[in-house]
């Protein structure tokens, strides 16, 4: 009988035991743990009461890299048997480098799965207001979009079992040799960074621009510019950031407030950025920033053994940056900006009518590698006497050629020049030499260049005027490329003698 009594005692704890952990379980999963963002438009969440979506009983498993993940899950009023299966990738973020796993996962008959990232330890600055108390801890972060609503669910849950990141990154395919241009890439920053195209503000940006709005031509010498640079745009710094050439030139709210600027800057060195801010997650106040940066790199005749003029423009950084506002920092968020140059075009010109002339040119197309990229060569030709040094009025109609990394020498006589008819007839010289590039500029040390000799005959002051002119684009979250400003024209001379 105390036998049969014990036995009934051991049952009845065991019962007890699998009845509190049942419990347990079912409490933590009827926890709300996502939320739908109605017409596409995602608003700050502050507290769990306004999340409206559960995702429980999840099961994640993986065979190799093949990945599925199922769960119940239920949002208005409907109950789904979600089931998601796909290739699990490293991230392509360096933010996230170590930290976080991309299941690049198909389509659904009911939803079209924007993003599955698993994360081992949650970055407090990522996560929702209600999901602090996740940060350092395993997390899923699920992103589907309802396709008869259009309505988007985003869900953040913690991960129970701790050993799971470890064993899927050991079959995570590297990411590291991906390059941008590669479609696979594409979807992959669309997982991690499905959110841009619903937090991409169409608002006017603010354009700050430093040369002289009459002429349009700034001398590089002019220190009036450089005082007025200092005095109307603070270079203080606020926060620090990483890898930004004459990040001191650059206003202190650049990476820490919302918005698109525009900047071109006179100092020793001419360089402009583009940037396009906005805040990420919405209500933190933390901004990210797609930041691209370019100098003008440019040279006259020094000497009388020194006859070379080029014109170059080069991407000095094209990054994109996170500003944490609970520690003030910024912190490179990926390594690229989603930013590029384009429509690009580049003259030269002297004023000097009575010396000067070109004889040679020599394009160049060269984006970073050892290609020459085919370009487009504007010949600038007016009479010998004319006082010609504003490029783009002249040479839009002028004669035109395709050029592939080559150069063309002209006549090194005025008279030799006088007498041939290549720029559609008689009794002109060369007086400017343009350019006009057929590809892109996006990624860092790209370049677009073009050079020629100037002719001089006597000593006198002379000016060389400079004239590039691009557009900048952006990438939205379908991996196509939009105008953000049509027309970054700069033009400026740099006076010499000799």
């Known amino acids: 009988m105390k036998i049969l009594r014990k036995i009934f005692s ?4 065991i019962s007890m035991c699998i009845s509190i952990n049942i419990i347990d379980i079912q409490a933590e999963n009827l926890l709300n743990n996502g939320i739908i963002y109605k017409n596409n438009t995602i608003q700050e969440i502050k507290d769990r009461s306004e999340m409206n979506v559960l995702f429980k009983d999840v099961n994640i498993t993986n065979q190799l890299s ?3 993940i199922s769960g119940v899950l239920l949002y208005e009023n409907e109950i789904v048997n979600l089931l998601l299966s796909g290739k699990i990738y490293d991230t392509v973020l360096s933010y996230q480098k170590g930290n976080s796993l991309v299941v690049n996962c198909a389509d659904t008959d009911k939803f079209d799965v924007l993003s599955v990232i698993i994360e081992k330890k949650a970055k407090s600055e990522l996560l929702l207001k209600p999901n602090k108390l996740y940060s350092d801890q395993p997390v899923i972060k699920m992103v589907l979009r309802d396709r008869k609503t259009n309505d988007i669910i985003y869900i953040e849950d913690k991960i129970k079992d701790n050993k799971l990141f470890e064993r899927l990154s050991k079959n995570a395919i590297a990411t590291n040799d991906i390059s941008e241009e590669n479609k696979l890439f594409g979807e992959l920053s669309m997982n991690e960074q499905w959110f841009i195209p619903f937090i991409s503000k169409n608002s006017n940006y603010t354009k700050i621009n430093i040369s002289e709005d009459t002429e349009l031509i700034t001398e590089k010498t002019n220190s009036d510019l450089q005082k007025q640079y200092i005095e109307t745009y603070s270079t203080v710094k606020s926060v ?5 050439p004459y990040s001191d030139s650059i206003p202190s709210d650049t990476f820490t407030k919302e918005g698109k600027v525009f900047l071109e800057k006179d100092s020793n060195t001419y ?7 906005n805040e990420w997650p919405i209500g933190s106040e933390n901004i990210l920033t797609n930041f691209i940066q370019w100098e003008y790199q440019e040279d006259y005749p020094r000497s009388s053994s020194q006859d070379e003029v ?6 000095l950084t094209s990054n994109t940056y996170l500003y944490n506002k609970n520690d003030n920092s910024v912190n490179l968020y990926d390594n690229t ?3 590029q140059l384009d429509n690009i075009n580049v003259g030269i010109s002297s004023n000097d009518a009575s010396n000067e002339f070109f004889y040679m ?8 590698g050892t290609t020459y990229h085919p370009i487009k060569a504007f010949l600038g030709g007016c009479p010998y006497a004319s006082n010609f040094y504003w490029a783009w009025s002249e040479l839009i109609n002028d004669k035109k050629q395709d050029l592939n990394g080559s150069e063309e020498t002209w006549p090194a006589s005025r008279s030799q020049q006088e007498a041939s008819n290549i720029f559609g007839s008689t009794g002109n010289v060369n007086r400017a030499i343009a350019g006009e590039c057929t590809e892109y500029l996006r990624n860092e040390s790209q370049n677009f260049k073009i ?3 100037l002719h001089d005959y006597g000593t006198s002051s002379k000016k060389i005027y400079y004239h590039p002119k691009f557009s900048v684009y952006s990438r939205n979250g379908w991996m196509q490329y939009n105008v953000l400003e049509e027309t970054i024209h700069f033009n400026y001379y740099i006076s010499y003698y000799r």
């Open 361 to 368: 040119r020599r394009f160049y197309g060269d984006t970073g």
């Open 240 to 244: 620090s950031v990483p890898d930004v």
């Open 10 to 13: 051991s049952i009845l704890v």
């Open 337 to 339: 900006s989603y930013l």
């Open 66 to 68: 093949e990945v599925e």
């Open 451 to 453: 050079e020629g000799k």
């Open 271 to 277: 360089f402009g950025y583009f940037k396009e801010s």
């Open 310 to 315: 080029y014109l170059n423009i080069k991407v």
